[in-house]
């Protein structure tokens, strides 16, 4: 059974750190892409990042880049995603995705399988 758990999430004030962890089982890692998405409330679902677990290829959206980083441990099937210098807009659920044989995914139609989701609230 293919399993996406992620974890990290809670309260912080702007201008404060997480690191939001996605432990991945069931599947062989290093065939997919791992991928962030965030949900706040009453928008859509966005793509923030994402990661090649065989390469270590990352990508970012345009609105998070230069404050979240991506990175990998293939030993725990773990990925993760360092948020510097939070803003409130930051506020929203963040999702854990995974996508076989692709280099990048930041397209929720592209997904093949998601997370439950850990919600992040950034106090102003």
């Known amino acids: 059974e293919v399993q996406l758990v992620e974890s990290g999430g809670g309260l912080v004030q702007a201008g404060g750190s997480l690191r939001l962890s996605c432990a991945a089982s069931g599947f062989t890692f290093d065939d997919y892409v791992i991928a962030w998405f965030r949900q706040a409330p009453g928008k859509e679902r966005e793509g923030v990042s994402c990661?090649?677990?065989?390469?270590?290829?990352?990508y970012y959206g345009d609105s998070v880049k230069g404050r979240f980083t991506i990175s990998r441990n293939n030993a725990k099937n773990t990925v993760y995603l360092q948020i510097d210098s939070l803003k409130p807009e930051d506020t929203a659920v963040y999702y854990c995705?995974?996508?076989?044989?692709?280099?990048?995914?930041?397209?929720?139609?592209?997904?093949?399988?998601w997370g439950k989701g850990t919600l992040v609230t950034v106090s102003s």
């Open positions: 990661i090649n677990s065989r390469n270590g290829n990352t």
């Open positions: 995705a995974a996508k076989e044989w692709s280099d990048y995914v930041l397209s929720p139609s592209d997904v093949d399988y």
